[in-house]
């Protein structure tokens, strides 16, 4: 039977093949909580039934009607291609499997990880009748830039050690990478020609999925299942408004506490990527220029060596603490205990972080990147600074400073965007409806 045409009353069924390779609901902030957070809410808002494809699933609460399934309870989570095909593989196995029961599904949902000309999904590519229209995202846009320390990073290596030694020459890649690379895109755009939806997390995103299948499109699609017909709904990662909360403010009459230091916030990996060192130097021209001013540097990482030093050289050891690790059921107070956020990074898809903070009502201070990029186009809730640009950050840091009003509007104005557009209630409401919306029914 057909479910397009003759879709089943009652709450909608879903089965997320794959949810992603983790899903776990003590790693807020990353990619491996934002699956919990969307099945948690469709269950207990939408009444909705769901089973989750995984490698793994922590969860601090069972959820009525949700079952997490692993795919490869003894397995690795898939870091090598190798692995990144096993997982696939087992995914699409385990979904034919739990198809043939005979239970009823409205939607299969692939949701993460889904690599840009990487990765594929079976049940797209070898469909059978009868099979529930398929939902792919958030997709996100790849990096414009990764530094050679990301691989560190992704390890969780935050050892102290020396800068990485000089670049050497890039070996030639081996001769099955120019098979498997042309190979993989080919697999990956034809799992998107066959969605019946492709969910965006940006606008960015949208622009680079639509170029990409309306050039595949090019000629005639030949087969009628083209992604010009594809919902390509923008629907962005969420945050817990109700945990981000902002501080209640004191009285204010307009002007700084005397003697009280602007406090600067910066959250991520210690990596060159995040470009942590230019706002150390904003820091430097501040305190030259006598303004009152503190940053703190959450977060770990294999630059962490190189930026302490570079605090000790211009000067700056004493406004500039680095807190490490934060637990994230506290880093909201790294957020309430700051002034201004800021982020100085040379490529984000999108960021977590400057959600919270936004949510907790701070100015946003950034470069025009990713989330940011969007967000401060937009809306009124902070000042874009271009890439590697410490004088400007610092002109636009003195402004902020020098101007309480004009922070607490901005962070007011952060508050609202974030509850009215990027809580995860209303990030679930909306992927209900595009449920409702491939399924066919009128309404949720």
């Not at 997320?16 to 957070?37: I, M, N, R």
């Not at 739990?98 to 299969?108: A, E, K, N, S």
């Not at 020396?162 to 990478?177: G, H, K, Q």
């Not at 309306?214 to 030949?222: L, Q, V």
């Amino acid at each position: 039977m057909d479910t397009m045409q003759n879709p089943v009353p009652g709450p909608l069924t879903v089965l997320f093949a794959p949810a992603h390779v983790l899903v776990d609901a003590t790693k807020e902030g990353s990619e491996y909580y934002w699956p919990y957070k969307l099945i948690e809410y469709l269950a207990l808002d939408h009444g909705m039934r769901i089973v989750a494809l995984t490698v793994s699933a922590r969860v601090d609460h069972a959820l009525p009607n949700v079952e997490f399934v692993s795919v490869d309870p003894a397995g690795p989570l898939p870091m090598s291609n190798l692995e990144r095909l096993h997982f696939h593989l087992r995914v699409y196995a385990t979904a034919r499997r739990i198809l043939g029961t005979g239970q009823r599904f409205d939607v299969v949902h692939h949701m993460l990880p889904f690599g840009f000309r990487a990765t594929f999904n079976l049940l797209a590519l070898l469909p059978r009748r009868g099979d529930p229209p398929l939902v792919i995202g958030p997709l996100q846009s790849p990096l414009s830039y990764t530094g050679p320390d990301e691989a560190r990073v992704a390890a969780r290596d935050f050892s102290v050690r020396e800068d990485e030694a000089p670049a050497r020459r890039r070996a030639v890649p081996p001769l099955s990478t120019f098979v498997t690379i042309p190979v993989l895109s080919a697999l990956s755009t034809q799992t998107l020609r066959r969605a019946k939806a492709l969910v965006m997390i940006s606008e960015q995103a949208e622009r680079l999925y639509g170029s990409l299948l309306s050039a595949k499109d090019k000629g005639g699609a030949g087969n009628g299942k083209s992604a010009r017909g594809a919902s390509l709904p923008i629907i962005p990662a969420g945050v817990d408004t109700r945990e981000f909360t902002p501080v209640e403010p004191e009285p204010d009459d307009g002007v700084s506490a005397p003697g009280r230091p602007i406090e600067i916030v910066a959250v991520g990996y210690l990596m060159r990527r995040k470009a942590f060192d230019v706002v150390i130097r904003a820091v430097a021209r501040l305190v030259a220029s006598g303004v009152l001013v503190h940053l703190r540097l959450v977060g770990e990482g294999p630059q962490r060596a190189r930026l302490e030093r570079l605090a000790v050289e211009l000067a700056v050891a004493d406004h500039v603490t680095f807190a490490g690790l934060i637990s994230h059921h506290t880093i909201v107070h790294e957020y309430r205990r700051a002034d201004i956020f800021c982020s100085m990074s040379l490529s984000e898809s999108f960021s977590i972080v400057g959600l919270e903070a936004m949510s907790c009502g701070l100015p946003i201070l950034a470069t025009p990147t990713g989330f940011f990029r969007e967000v401060l186009r937009r809306e009124q809730v902070g000042l874009a600074v271009r890439f590697g640009d410490d004088e400007g950050l610092a002109t636009a840091l003195r402004r902020l400073a020098a101007d309480s009003s004009a922070r607490q509007d901005m962070g007011r104005r952060a508050r609202k965007l974030a509850v009215r557009e990027y809580d995860w209630r209303v990030v679930a409401a909306r992927y209900a409806a595009l449920y409702h919306q491939v399924v066919g029914r009128d309404g949720i």
